[in-house]
């Protein structure tokens, strides 16, 4: 009886059926998700739009631009699925110990699931970083469109509209000019102010969601909070000027001008630029101090007052304690990681996924795919508390966004070891 030598290469034919059913398993897994996430896209920004009374043509480019974004999230679960699927409908019909039986090592059966999460995560990567911000502009011009619309309507004559803090009463009309506006402010701070013009007129820039009011025969009445005594007025006149009011603010995830739709190349500069300005930031605070140190100890050092000592120190003390940091920076650098994260997650997924096949019972590709749905809930529920811990628990960027992948890594390789452990071999 002679024996197979398990060798390094791998049959052609394994390598073209193997991928070609994660392919296929592939497919038929992203149409799942992209269904759900799309129906959740469309949740998010319904009542929204049809609010503002959209055509349907209108709502039909929402949508599209809104596809990068559901295609971005639905491709690591995809192959995850995949994965899943495959390995346990070859590991249930014994094509892996057929494999190693043949003389195949079984560390290379493992390649086909790598090798194909590897190429998914550059094409993830390299699609979104294309596609999305040049999706995200599209969304925002026709969703800029959308409200300019409504407010044309809204702002009609005789009509009292609020935006924001700001409520808007307008008297007669001629032509494209509204007549006798007032514009009361109606914010929490003490200085409030109300405008009241003779006439107005309004422009709607492109691709934002403002407005821009030309005013003609201003009179501003504005508070003075610190004058001590109630009912105390600043009153300015002036010929003309402008005001820009915000219409609507954009919705959480949609058309705006966030780090999340940028591409990394520019994110990266803006977080470069941010960076220097911070770091500018620190170093004026630390010459403050040596200078507030130097006088301190001159104090100390000369027939200085006590109250100039108390003085230098308490300056000292302030600087010392003050915490400079800038939110907003944190914010770009775990956007930033979560670019790479997201669809690297992708091999990570088919690390994961081979083990687990491997050691499900026999059941197929059912056992596969409700284990990946279970997996997908895990893994969004990790990169939902890296994504907390890093912005308000103020953890690295880096180590915050990837470790739900570092826990995909250590949860495969500890899969490997104690299957080994246990049966002595890895099939």
Same mark, same amino acid.
């Given at each position: 009886?002679?024996?197979?030598?398990?060798? /390094?290469?791998?049959? &052609?034919?394994?390598?073209?059926?193997?991928?070609?059913?994660?392919?296929?398993?592939?497919?038929?897994?992203?149409?799942?998700?992209? !269904?759900?996430?799309?129906?959740?896209?469309?949740?998010?920004?319904?009542?929204? *739009?049809?609010?503002?009374?959209? +055509?349907?043509?209108?709502?039909?480019?929402? /949508?599209?631009?809104? $596809?990068?974004?559901?295609? @971005?999230?639905?491709?690591?679960?995809? =192959?995850? @699925?995949?994965?899943? =699927?495959?390995?346990? #409908?070859?590991?249930?019909?014994?094509?892996?110990?057929?494999?190693?039986?043949?003389? *195949?090592?079984?560390? =290379?059966?493992?390649?086909?699931?790598?090798?194909?999460?590897?190429?998914?995560?550059?094409?993830?990567?390299?699609?979104?970083?294309?596609? =999305?911000?040049?999706?995200?502009?599209?969304?925002?011009?026709?969703?800029?469109?959308?409200?300019? #619309?409504?407010?044309?309507?809204?702002?009609?004559?005789?009509?009292?509209? #609020?935006?924001?803090?700001?409520?808007?009463?307008?008297?007669?009309?001629?032509?494209?000019? $509204?007549?006798?506006?007032?514009?009361?402010?109606?914010?929490?701070?003490?200085?409030?102010?109300?405008?009241?013009? &003779?006439?107005?007129?309004?422009?709607?820039?492109?691709?934002?969601?403002?407005?821009? /009011?030309?005013?003609?025969?201003?009179?501003?009445?504005?508070?003075?909070?610190?004058?001590?005594?109630?009912?105390?007025?600043? !009153?300015?006149?002036?010929?003309?000027?402008?005001?820009? *009011?915000?219409?609507?603010?954009?919705?959480?995830?949609?058309?705006?001008?966030?780090?999340?739709?940028?591409?990394?190349?520019?994110?990266?500069?803006?977080?470069?630029?941010?960076?220097?300005?911070?770091?500018? %930031?620190?170093?004026?605070?630390?010459?403050?101090?040596?200078?507030?140190? +130097? &006088?301190?100890?001159?104090?100390?050092?000369?027939?200085?007052?006590?109250?100039?000592?108390?003085?230098?120190?308490?300056?000292? %003390?302030?600087?010392?304690?003050?915490?400079?940091?800038?939110?907003?920076?944190?914010?770009?650098?775990?956007?930033?990681?979560?670019?790479?994260?997201?669809?690297?997650?992708?091999?990570?997924?088919?690390?994961?996924?081979?083990? /687990?096949?491997?050691?499900?019972? %026999?059941?197929?590709?059912?056992?596969?795919?409700?284990?990946?749905?279970? *997996?997908?809930?895990?893994?969004? @529920?990790?990169?939902?508390?890296?994504?907390?811990?890093?912005?308000?628990?103020?953890?690295?960027?880096?180590?915050?966004?990837?470790?739900?992948?570092?826990?995909?890594?250590?949860?495969?390789?500890?899969?490997?070891? @104690?299957?080994?452990?246990?049966?002595?071999?890895?099939?």
């Amino acid at each position: 009886m002679t024996l197979a030598i398990p060798t /390094l290469a791998i049959p &052609r034919v394994y390598w073209r059926k193997t991928i070609s059913e994660i392919f296929l398993s592939f497919l038929v897994s992203f149409c799942f998700f992209f !269904v759900v996430f799309l129906i959740n896209q469309i949740l998010l920004f319904a009542e929204d *739009i049809l609010s503002k009374g959209a +055509d349907l043509f209108s709502v039909l480019k929402l /949508l599209f631009y809104s $596809l990068p974004t559901v295609i @971005a999230i639905s491709v690591p679960f995809s =192959m995850l @699925a995949a994965t899943l =699927m495959t390995s346990s #409908r070859q590991h249930a019909d014994n094509e892996f110990m057929a494999a190693s039986t043949l003389g *195949i090592n079984p560390a =290379m059966i493992y390649v086909p699931f790598l090798v194909m999460g590897i190429a998914i995560s550059a094409a993830s990567f390299m699609a979104n970083d294309w596609f =999305m911000p040049r999706a995200s502009n599209g969304f925002r011009k026709v969703y800029a469109e959308l409200i300019h #619309r409504a407010a044309r309507i809204e702002l009609t004559p005789y009509s009292v509209l #609020r935006y924001g803090d700001r409520t808007i009463a307008t008297g007669p009309s001629e032509g494209e000019l $509204l007549k006798n506006v007032l514009i009361v402010n109606q914010d929490s701070q003490p200085d409030s102010s109300m405008v009241s013009a &003779r006439q107005v007129k309004i422009a709607f820039p492109p691709d934002r969601y403002d407005a821009l /009011l030309s005013l003609q025969g201003i009179l501003e009445q504005k508070a003075l909070p610190g004058s001590g005594t109630k009912g105390n007025f600043a !009153v300015t006149t002036a010929e003309e000027g402008e005001i820009r *009011i915000r219409i609507q603010e954009p919705m959480s995830n949609f058309g705006g001008t966030g780090p999340s739709e940028m591409s990394a190349a520019t994110l990266q500069r803006h977080i470069a630029e941010k960076q220097k300005r911070l770091d500018a %930031r620190i170093a004026d605070r630390e010459q403050q101090k040596a200078t507030a140190l +130097d &006088r301190l100890r001159f104090s100390y050092g000369s027939a200085g007052s006590d109250q100039e000592a108390a003085a230098a120190y308490r300056a000292y %003390r302030s600087l010392s304690s003050q915490k400079l940091e800038d939110t907003s920076l944190r914010i770009y650098k775990l956007e930033y990681q979560k670019k790479f994260v997201i669809p690297s997650a992708c091999f990570f997924f088919a690390f994961l996924a081979f083990p /687990l096949g491997i050691g499900s019972k %026999r059941a197929g590709r059912t056992a596969g795919f409700g284990l990946a749905l279970l *997996i997908s809930v895990i893994y969004w @529920a990790l990169l939902f508390a890296g994504q907390t811990l890093g912005y308000r628990q103020g953890f690295d960027p880096v180590l915050s966004m990837w470790m739900p992948n570092a826990v995909l890594f250590m949860a495969g390789s500890i899969m490997w070891v @104690a299957r080994k452990l246990s049966t002595g071999h890895f099939l």
